[in-house]
């Protein structure tokens, strides 16, 4: 526990709040019922979540003596995260995502404020104990991210990544790996048509996965994120795992994504209201496959290796 301050701990505590906001009380009452925050809000409910999870995971690692990075860095990317989510939250408690008037000409994908829209535009809504704590716990978060970060301690704690004795490298399916891993976030769900649906003056709306998935688009953006970061380790020689276990690694990641890219195709969130599927979402889906692939090859060549179970080595 050397090198643990008191911020540490208020982060720590932050964090331990998201999470209960998440999964316990409710955020708001809203037409006639009370309404929780996963499905309510999930883009923000997904960016809480990410907030305790990096909170959690930075004061594990600090504890351990494993940090990545120098005690400055580690608090600054709990504090970013954690001002990321506090601001989305504040945005949620000031703009509900119930009912709306969305004017024809605002430029809006949807029929309410479940996406985006201005407060005058928002539906009333009584904001209940869960979005509270959920608040106290974001406000945690990033004071104690943050005030670590410029305090004397984070300066005098060095790095101290985890580094797989064995490196195998950078390899060309490594390098296929992170290109799905691109493809599969920016096919799926950027500016590609991953939805066609019928338009409520007629014709047809496009919709990327981005809006209509809140949770599946998340998760595959993690998804490409933590791929293409092992792969940017390893081709430095700095990877935390062996050839064979980052391999398989990569493969596990792209299978995740490739599960919830497909149960988003075979079951559409508009239901039945005649959606189409749009190319972009098969080519996201290749793409995540292309990762499971390129993973499952890497590691049966990388198998061999001599010393890819060695222990590691702390730099």
Known sequence: ?????????????????????????????????????WFGIPHASDLILLSAIVAVGM??????????????????????????ATLQLVYRMLVPPFGGAIPSDAGIIGGGCLYYCSPSQAAPADLLFGIWLAFLGCLAVTVGGFVYAYSRAAQQAPARPWVAQAQGGMSPWL??????????????YTFFTFFTTPGDNGGEVNWSGWLPTPHTSSLVLLMSVLTVGLVVLAARGRSPLGPAALGVTVAV?????????????????????????????YLSLLAAILIVVAGL??????????GAAAPGRVT
């Open 253 to 281: 990641l792209g299978l995740i994504s490739t599960y919830r890219i497909f149960y988003r195709i075979v079951s559409s969130p508009f239901g039945n209201s005649g959606s189409e599927i749009g190319v972009a979402a």
């Open 59 to 84: 004061f594990v690692l600090m504890a351990l003596g494993r940090n990545p990075l120098r005690g400055r860095g580690m608090g600054l990317v709990v504090g970013v995260v954690g001002l990321l």
């Open 297 to 306: 090859v890497h590691a049966i060549m990388q198998r061999g290796t001599a």
């Open 1 to 37: 526990m050397r090198g643990i301050t008191i911020w540490l701990w208020v982060a720590l505590a932050g964090a331990v709040l998201q999470i209960v906001a998440l999964f316990g009380p409710d955020f708001y009452f809203a037409e006639g019922e009370r309404k929780d925050a």
């Open 175 to 188: 390098g296929l790996a992170a290109l799905g891993a691109v493809g599969q976030f920016v096919f799926g």
